[in-house]
Nanobody, 121 residues
Framework: VQLVESGGGLVQPGGSLTLSCSAS????????MSWYRQAPGKERELVTR????????NYADSVKGRFTISRDNAKNTVYLRMNSLKPEDTAEYYC???????????????WGQGTQVAVSS
């Protein structure tokens, strides 16, 4: 199984980025997909997640209204559109795939290697 993130980089405050996470080696539509982030010296935190068919999403309060998660099960890819970026969004962003036994019940999970997002003028 591989999860490969891409799309990170350096952006000015107020700018936008779109992250992608391409999955292989798993039945993508069976997995809850999430984005986490970890800033230097801080714990990894959940940013957002999307259910198997994309019917439900959740966001951390800090990104609500600015970030949008989406997925394309035909392409085995999950996206994170980030608008109005702030310096406090600077972090390593990780993709996570969590096997869904049934709604609300999860099994094993996988992590990507991360992609760096830096928001600075």
């Amino acid at each position: 199984v591989q999860l490969v993130e891409s799309g990170g980089g350096l952006v000015q405050p107020g700018g936008s980025l779109t992250l992608s996470c391409s999955a292989s080696g798993l039945t993508f539509s069976r997995y809850l997909m999430s984005w986490y982030r970890q800033a230097p010296g801080k714990e990894r935190e959940l940013v957002t997640r999307i259910t198997r068919a994309g019917g439900s999403t959740n966001y951390a309060d800090s990104v609500k209204g600015r970030f949008t998660i989406s997925r394309d099960n035909a392409k085995n890819t999950v996206y994170l559109r980030m608008n109005s970026l702030k310096p406090e969004d600077t972090a390593e962003y990780y993709c996570n795939a969590k096997f869904t036994v049934r709604d609300g019940v999860y099994g094993h999970d996988y992590w990507g290697q991360g992609t760096q997002v830096a928001v600075s003028s």
